[in-house]
Nanobody
Framework: QVYLVESGGGLVQAGGSLGLSCAAS????????MGWYRQAPGKQRELVAQVTAMGSTNYGDAVKGRTTISVDKVEKTAWLQMNGLTPEDTAVYYC???????????????WGQGTQVTVSS
């Protein structure tokens, strides 16, 4: 079994900041990419930020310049810091990790349960 446990989120004032964390645990052989996506009501899920298996970072266009992601591959934990929040950042934020389980040689994507972020104007 593999688990992704998210923490953080909640209600934030416009212009404020938020921090999210995600820890992967369980029977994990290898961690590849790890990051965050979000989905607002009536919209498709979109990339927020990701650290690839090679260690490079990708940011969604909507959050570039005000978002920082970091991943500790040994601890299998990701942190996301977002600044300058606007109501358009309101969404459910999902942690995602590409993991190879101990009982398989095939990597696959795992998702957290999601955490709600609401930005009030």
């Amino acid at each position: 079994q593999v688990y992704l446990v998210e923490s953080g989120g909640g209600l934030v004032q416009a212009g404020g900041s938020l921090g999210l964390s995600c820890a992967a645990s369980g029977s994990i052989f290898r961690l590849g990419a790890m990051g965050w996506y979000r989905q607002a009501p009536g919209k498709q899920r979109e990339l927020v930020a990701q650290v690839t298996a090679m260690g490079s970072t990708n940011y969604g266009d909507a959050v570039k310049g005000r978002t920082t992601i970091s991943v500790d591959k040994v601890e299998k934990t990701a942190w996301l810091q977002m600044n300058g929040l606007t109501p358009e950042d309101t969404a459910v934020y999902y942690c995602s990790a590409n993991l190879t389980p101990l009982d398989s040689e095939v990597p696959r994507d795992y998702w957290g349960q999601g955490t709600q972020v609401t930005v009030s104007s």
